[in-house]
T-cell receptor, first 114, second 114 residues
Framework: GDSVTQMEGPVTLSEEAFLTINCTYT??????LFWYVQYPGEGLQLLLK?????DKGSNKGFEATYRKETTSFHLEKGSVQVSDSAVYFC?????????????FGTGTQLKVEL | NAGVTQTPKFQVLKTGQSMTLQCAQD?????MSWYRQDPGMGLRLIHY???????DQGEVPNGYNVSRSTTEDFPLRLLSAAPSQTSVYFC?????????????FGDGTRLSIL
């Protein structure tokens, strides 16, 4: 079945540091890939998405590129801020199953310190 | 625009009690779903619906019932609560135009079963 593997957290960075959160996946078909962010006490919000190979999703300074050859969708940001502290989830939607299910990774907590 | 609204935000139940978690969306989305979030496990799909009158099981459906009588509402019922159902529950919706569309999440219901 489908699965998503994320790097374990927590990840602690200083403000303005470079961020990478690794995400790899397995899927039956050609999935759409998403990064969601969850701030404390809130629901998940879409951060960015990519729907086909070599697509790059970007939003709020975050980027991720859909790499079919390595089945990866790593999240990057050049300079993190304290306000980026949150839990980040990588997820996929596989059209083979009708796209009716999002498969999530376990989440990576990011802490950014001054 | 309210988006996806979940009630209650917090609830404590005793083992064996029943309750209904409410979810409503005002975006006219055809697809709605329920997830549970547990530490170290990401989010797992409980049930989903592709339209009024149509529901199906997800990854972890046991102990939960759903119905979809209107486009707007998708309640989740626990018939006899068990401690293993202690979790944070999220409702989500998306446009029915396909798996590439992101899901919109509510703020969650934190449920404790004693």
């Amino acid at each position: 079945g489908d699965s998503v593997t994320q790097m374990e957290g927590p990840v602690t960075l200083s403000e303005e540091a470079f961020l990478t959160i690794n995400c790899t996946y397995t899927a039956t078909g050609y999935p759409s890939l998403f990064w969601y962010v969850q701030y404390p006490g809130e629901g998940l919000q879409l951060l960015l998405k990519a729907t086909k190979a070599d697509d790059k999703g970007s939003n709020k300074g975050f980027e991720a590129t859909y790499r079919k050859e390595t089945t990866s969708f790593h999240l990057e940001k050049g300079s993190v801020q304290v306000s980026d502290s949150a839990v980040y989830f990588c997820a996929l939607s596989d059209p083979t199953g009708g796209g009716n299910k999002l498969t999530f990774g376990t989440g990576t907590q990011l802490k950014v310190e001054l | 625009n309210a988006g996806v609204t979940q009630t209650p935000k917090f609830q404590v139940l005793k083992t064996g009690q029943s309750m209904t978690l409410q979810c409503a969306q005002d975006m006219n989305h055809e697809y709605m779903s329920w997830y549970r979030q547990d530490p170290g496990m990401g989010l797992r799909l409980i049930h989903y619906s592709v339209g009024a009158g149509i529901t199906d099981q997800g990854e972890v459906p046991n102990g939960y019932n759903v119905s979809r009588s209107t486009t707007e509402d998708f309640p989740l019922r626990l018939l006899s609560a068990a401690p293993s159902q202690t979790s944070v529950y999220f409702c989500a919706s998306r446009s029915g135009t396909g798996p590439n569309q992101p899901q919109h999440f509510g703020d969650g219901t934190r449920l404790s079963i004693l």
